[in-house]
């Protein structure tokens, strides 16, 4: 299926500020690419054009879950090869879309590094090519959590804004993460502006069966093994992630005007088909390995 790729339907895109939207967390695990899923989820609902950028050549979190229905509104972007993330740049200038979203993969803090100092990319970005940055840093309750942070800062500098997502994974309340909460980093840093927001848990069974059939969020309603305790679970918290990500949603462009007409209605039948292949793939996979090795 595909989006319109402009965002000029129904007024001229110069009516529209730019903001790229980077979610981090350098520690593999922590709960970023299931933020950056859930917020282009958000973006996709809310009818907000959004482009996407698969960073994780690797593990591509973004493109698996959402390729069936908006492969088209998704760019690859490999921070680890010299040249291979100028796309970032490039679409930012030519693409008329409010919204760009970045997730970064684990380990990349080196190379991001790199890629920001070799074009002073947050210079150009906010002052050349007129768009805002907004950085989500996803932490855990470890002390690397705050050197990340501070690391972070030290590539990025002031030009984006920064918006530090607690994972509730990690513990129950937002104030079990004493280790950050009582940093003096913390404390430099909210004097500058940056904020804080909470990551909501998802339950383990919902996070399985949405990852095992790599579905998006709103996939869950549709798919035929589903059951209504699923959808309840995933309805009930996506709006919490919305709710929880109201206080900074002009940060994200959560408050740009909807464009019904950009994206296309799912396809339910495309949809069907593509778990259909998914579901005999992985049962051929599953049978030509118990052939390779008999009990």
């Given amino acids: 299926m595909q989006s319109n790729n402009n965002y000029s339907n129904n007024q001229a ?10 979610v981090t967390g350098e520690k593999g695990g922590v709960g970023k690419s299931t933020l950056a899923r859930a917020l282009f989820q958000l973006y996709i609902k809310d009818s907000i054009p959004c482009l996407a950028f698969e960073c994780d050549t690797r593990n591509p979190q973004l493109h698996r879950h959402f390729k069936i229905s908006y492969e088209k509104d998704i760019e690859f972007a490999n921070f680890f090869t010299k040249g291979d993330a100028d796309i970032l740049i490039t679409h930012i200038d030519q693409k008329q879309v409010p ?15 790199r890629f920001v100092k070799e074009f002073d990319f947050f210079n150009i970005v906010k002052n050349e090519l007129k768009c805002e940055v907004t950085l989500l840093s ?8 705050i050197n990340l942070l501070q690391a972070l800062y030290n590539t990025c500098g002031d030009i984006p804004s920064y918006i530090v997502v607690k994972n509730l994974f990690f513990g129950e309340t937002a104030n079990k993460f004493e280790r950050y909460d009582n940093s003096p980093f913390r404390s430099t840093m909210l004097s500058k502006g940056m904020k804080e927001v909470c990551l909501p848990d998802l339950f383990y069974k919902t ?20 059951d209504i305790v699923l959808k309840a679970r995933t309805q009930s918290w996506l709006n919490e992630v919305s709710t929880q990500l109201e206080p900074v949603k002009n940060l994200l462009g959560l408050d740009n005007p909807a464009n019904l007409e950009y994206y296309p209605p799912v396809n339910i039948e495309a949809l069907n088909e593509a778990w259909k292949k998914s579901t005999e793939l992985k049962e051929k996979q599953e049978n030509s390995s118990e052939t390779e090795n008999p009990a």
Avoid: C, M, W
């Avoid at 919204?99 to 590094?113: E, K, M, N, T, W």
């Avoid at 996803?138 to 959590?145: E, G, H, N, Q, Y």
């Avoid at 996070?207 to 589903?226: C, I």
């Fill in 99 to 113: 919204i760009f979203l970045v997730d970064l993969p684990a380990q990349s803090g080196i190379f991001f590094d």
């Fill in 13 to 22: 895109s110069s009516d529209y500020s730019k903001r790229l939207v980077i």
């Fill in 207 to 226: 996070y399985d069966f949405v990852d095992t059939n790599s579905l998006t969020f709103e996939d869950v309603k549709v798919h035929p093994k589903t």
């Fill in 138 to 145: 996803v932490i855990s309750r470890t002390l690397d959590s």
